[in-house]
């Protein structure tokens, strides 16, 4: 038996497709059996499994746990919950080595996919390579065999309820906070109809205070808005709600809740490199000097802000997978992204929790004696742009940002090369990168006016059209 992947599903950090065109149930088993051989073949045995709420993802669980079994790993399947709750189920349980978790997080309601993590470290890039080689090889183990090839053993699998048991760990972000300085906060939660619902409505239930919750009900036609928080679009109905309500502040999910984003008391966005800035605050009076992580689409206060308050910035490549290899490298104990992935080390395992984050927005709101909207507040008022999308061919995309690494170097500009070209001026900087799951190149830039930050776009115009190329239209994640 042998198994070919549409080309576009094996992806950098996860396994992507639309269901019935690029994705399917026979994708789904020879990824349990690929991942299932690559298991056993370490000495592992056992796989923790997980799903979102998308009306596809019942179908792929049981193909991927067949696989799983068939190539001899036992499978403790959590059920329907967000990304993270698997992510914790492959931590903390002692006899699991492995996990993957079905979700199509942020993508259209007919897309899935899959998150994995092989014995504690993520499972990206070339591990993700590997399963299609295998698949096309037909190189898996067969459990109904026995000797070299198989186990002669057929994997079991069985039901575990977490969720609770997750909740509980997750509110052990606020010990050592007086209750009192919890019971007066009035807060405002989007679950966007994702998986996190169930989850936030037992963690809410939980906590003191006062809680108002939209859309957690869970539905993969999500018919409410896109359960993308990065999109400011996406966050009016909890604007709406923190106005109409008068919360202190607001958090809003992503599809799998393992993304972050948020509102403050008169509505302004925080995005993900402000919610950086207040849990390094945090963070660097409990660890002193500490190193903290952030991708090189960041903006260029957040770094200034970690070294005022004795900590170590260090810019680092996009991508969720290639954050948390940097942290368990250099042992930072926090790590985010400006796509509201937050990594905390710091009292927790290291992998992006949307849930734990935002308990320890309030952790660190109380801690500093300040309120979510002051913190906002006291931000330096940068002009930037969001994230720039635009579609490239596949074939050029790294081609462009090698010829415009080579002229800005014979240029003499200050340029980081660590993920992309991210370019220093007086100005501010601007930041041109080629996506690694997409035929796109990603732009941003910033500055202190508005005038330099057009300068600053005037100079990614001028790069893109040496190499042949102008900003066309917009393209979503």
Known sequence: MTHQFHSTVLREYDIRGIIGETLGAEDARAIGRGFATLLRRAGGTKVAVGYDGRVSSTM?????????????????CVGMGPTPMLYYAEASMEDVQGGI???????????????????????FGADILKLGEMAAAGDWIDAAESGSAGSGIKGVHESVEILDTYIDRI??????????????????????????????????????????????????????????????KNLADLKALVAEKNLHFGVAFDGDGDRIGAVD?????????????????????QVPGATIIADVKASSALFDKVR???????????????????????????????SGHVFFAHEYYGYDDALYAAIRLIAASARLGKSVTRLRGEMPPMINTPELRFQVDEARKFAVI?????????????????????????????????????DVLVARAESLSEAGLARLMAQIDEQLAASGLERGEQVGH
């Open 60 to 76: 792929l669980v049981d193909a991927l746990i067949d696989g799983l079994n068939t190539s001899g790993v036992d499978v403790v």
């Open 101 to 123: 978790q079905i979700t199509g997080s942020h993508n259209p309601a007919n897309y899935n996919g899959f998150k994995l993590v092989f014995m504690g470290r993520p499972f």
């Open 171 to 232: 509110i052990e972000g606020l010990d050592g906070i007086a209750p009192e300085q919890l019971s007066a906060l009035r807060i405002g939660w989007d679950a966007g109809n994702g998986a996190a619902g169930p989850a936030l409505e037992l963690l809410t239930k939980k906590l003191p205070g006062e809680h108002h919750l939209l859309f957690t009900e869970v539905d993969g036609t999500f018919p409410n808005h896109h359960p993308d928080p990065t999109e400011e």
């Open 265 to 285: 008391g008169e509505g302004r966005v925080i995005w993900g490199d402000q919610l950086l800035m207040i849990y390094a605050e945090d963070l660097l009076k």
């Open 308 to 338: 005022e308050f004795g900590g170590q910035p260090l810019m680092w490549k996009t991508g969720h997978s290639l954050i948390k290899s940097k942290m368990k490298e250099t042992g930072a104990p926090l790590a985010g992204e400006m």
């Open 402 to 438: 090698d010829e415009v690494k080579a002229r800005l170097s014979a240029s003499g500009a200050d340029v980081n090369a660590t993920d992309g070209v991210r370019v220093n001026t007086p100005d501010g900087w601007w930041l041109l990168r080629a996506s690694n799951t997409q």
